[in-house]
C-alpha cells in the first residue's frame, strides 16, 4: 500500500486520565469543602454520563463551540454531584467548577500511553504525516502542547473547529483534505468499534484497533502490516 498519513483519535488511544474521575472531582470538591467519596463520585459520574445529552451542540465558531462545550461539562458535573449526593452543597459551584474545568485543559490532567511521542517521530522521519480526528472539546490542542506532541501533528480535527463530529464521515475527510491525501492513502488508529474503526473504514480509510499495537518505536511497520490484515478482512 502507498501509505501518506496516519491518523489518530485522541482519548483511549493516544492519551489516558493520570486518575479517575471521582478522584479529581473528589479532590477539587474538598478544595471547596464538600466531601465526597471519588467512588461514590466515579460511580454517579458513570451513571449520569450514560443519560446526559451526548454530546454539545455544533457550532459554526469556534468561541461559540467553546460556549457550548463548557456548559455541557457544567450540566454534566452538576449532575454527577447530584447523582452522588443530593445534599452536597457548594458555596460557589461556579468556583469549583472554573477550577476543575481548566485542569482537565491541560496536561496535568492526561498522560500519554508509552512511547506514544517516540513512534509518533518516527512516522514524521518516515515522511508520513499525522493528523488526529477527535471528538474531544476545544482544549485538546493546549493539551497536546503540554504533553509536547501537538508539534508532531500536521491537523487537529475536532468539532470545535470542523462543525462535524465522529461517526460523521465529514470528521475524516476533513483532515483528508488538510492533509492532501486521498482515503485509501492513509490509515486511522483508534478504540471505539463503531465511532473511530467502523467509521473510517466506511470513509475508505483503513484501521487499526490501538489495543493491536505492541511496540510504538516500530509504529511505521506495525501499521503497515495491521492495515493489511484490515484490509483483507474486509475485501
Known amino acids: 500500500m502507498t501509505l501518506r498519513a496516519v491518523l489518530f483519535d485522541a482519548a483511549g488511544t493516544l492519551m489516558d486520565l493520570r486518575e479517575t474521575v ?21 460511580d454517579a459520574f458513570e451513571r449520569f454520563f450514560g443519560i446526559a445529552d ?21 450540566g454534566v458535573v452538576r449532575g454527577t454531584f447530584r447523582a452522588a449526593d443530593g445534599t452536597a452543597s457548594f458555596r460557589d459551584f461556579e468556583a469549583f467548577f472554573t477550577e476543575l474545568y481548566a485542569y482537565y485543559g491541560t ?11 517516540e513512534g509518533m517521530a518516527t512516522l514524521r522521519e518516515s515522511g508520513i504525516r499525522i ?16 504533553l509536547e506532541i501537538l508539534k508532531l501533528l500536521d491537523t487537529v480535527v475536532l468539532p470545535s473547529n470542523s462543525g462535524v463530529r465522529k461517526p460523521e464521515a465529514g470528521a475524516f475527510h476533513t483532515a483528508l483534505v488538510r492533509l492532501e491525501v486521498a ?8 478504540d471505539d468499534p463503531r465511532v473511530d474503526l467502523d467509521a ?36
Do not use: M
Open 107 to 117: 496536561g496535568k490532567a492526561w498522560a500519554l500511553r508509552p512511547e506514544v511521542a
Open 54 to 74: 451526548p454530546a454539545p451542540k455544533l457550532e459554526s465558531t469556534l468561541a461559540a463551540a467553546a460556549r457550548a462545550e463548557q456548559a455541557w461539562w457544567r
Open 183 to 190: 482515503p485509501d492513502e492513509a490509515i486511522y488508529v483508534g
Open 131 to 146: 493528523g488526529l480526528v477527535s471528538n474531544f472539546d476545544h482544549r485538546l490542542p493546549q493539551i497536546l502542547e503540554d
Open 22 to 42: 471521582g478522584e479529581t472531582y473528589a479532590r477539587y470538591a474538598l478544595r471547596h469543602e464538600v466531601v465526597v467519596s471519588p467512588a461514590r463520585l466515579q
Open 200 to 235: 473510517a473504514r466506511a470513509c475508505g480509510l483503513r484501521a487499526v484497533d490501538v489495543a493491536q499495537i505492541g511496540s510504538w518505536t516500530e509504529l511505521p511497520a506495525q501499521i503497515r502490516s495491521l492495515a493489511t490484515l484490515d484490509r483483507s478482512a474486509s475485501s
